[in-house]
T-cell receptor, first 113, second 114 residues
Framework: AQTVTQSQPEMSVQEAETVTLSCTYD???????LFWYKQPPSRQMILVIR??????QNATENRFSVNFQKAAKSFSLKISDSQLGDAAMYFC??????????FGTGTRLQVFP | DTEVTQTPKHLVMGMTNKKSLKCEQH?????MYWYKQKAKKPPELMFV???????INESVPSRFSPECPNSSLLNLHLHALQPEDSALYLC?????????????FGPGTRLTVL
């Protein structure tokens, strides 16, 4: 069975600074997708970024980028130029060919002015 | 329109009540999902519908009964719930169930069982 681990329950960052959230996963599959979702206090889950396992190039979406290390089964999220609106719970998630989305336990990010 | 709507936003019910949660999308998606999220925990998959047919049931108790009357609508019927069923219930949809398709989430229904 696949598992997703987020070892940082909480992180904090100053506005305009950079922060990296960690995620590791375990799977025996070779083909899968990885996602970072953001859940602000409003509780709406919002997709931040996704990475296809077969792609070596790391995904980037504006201020958000990932460091995908397939051999190490690591998938970290880097947020550059942090903004107050980035404060939220961030979930790393794994999706396999079976279609199920498996979430990590989440990292709560606080952004200080 | 990339929106998934859920009603009601909040629901309080007694253990003997029967109620329903509703989820709607108009993106032409053929896969719809129910998740349960307890406080300070990640969402957990409950059910998956693909082309209006139930394809995954994650061993959910029968007091939760899903229904997909058409491709745009997903219901979750609740009966004889327990206080531990209090949680945020999230609905999501995607074009199909394949892993490449992004899941779009609704805002959730916060359920309290007294």
């Amino acid at each position: 069975a696949q598992t997703v681990t987020q070892s940082q329950p909480e992180m904090s960052v100053q506005e305009a600074e950079t922060v990296t959230l960690s995620c590791t996963y375990d799977t025996s599959e070779s083909d899968y997708y990885l996602f970072w979702y953001k859940q602000p206090p409003s509780r709406q889950m919002i997709l931040v970024i996704r990475q296809e396992a077969y792609k070596q190039q790391n995904a980037t979406e504006n201020r958000f980028s990932v460091n995908f290390q397939k051999a190490a089964k690591s998938f970290s999220l880097k947020i550059s130029d942090s903004q107050l609106g980035d404060a939220a719970m961030y979930f790393c998630a794994y999706r396999s060919a079976a279609g199920k989305l498996i979430f990590g336990t989440g990292t709560r990010l606080q952004v200080f002015p | 329109d990339t929106e998934v709507t859920q009603t009601p936003k909040h629901l309080v019910m007694g253990m003997t009540n029967k109620k329903s949660l509703k989820c709607e999308q108009h993106m032409g998606h053929r896969a719809m999902y129910w998740y349960k999220q307890k406080a300070k925990k990640p969402p957990e998959l409950m059910f998956v519908y693909s082309y209006e047919k139930l394809s995954i049931n994650e061993s959910v108790p029968s007091r939760f009964s899903p229904e997909c009357p058409n491709s745009s609508l997903l219901n979750l019927h609740l009966h004889a719930l327990q206080p531990e069923d209090s949680a945020l219930y999230l609905c999501a949809s995607s074009r199909e169930t394949g892993m490449e398709w992004e899941q779009f989430f609704g805002p959730g229904t916060r359920l309290t069982v007294l």
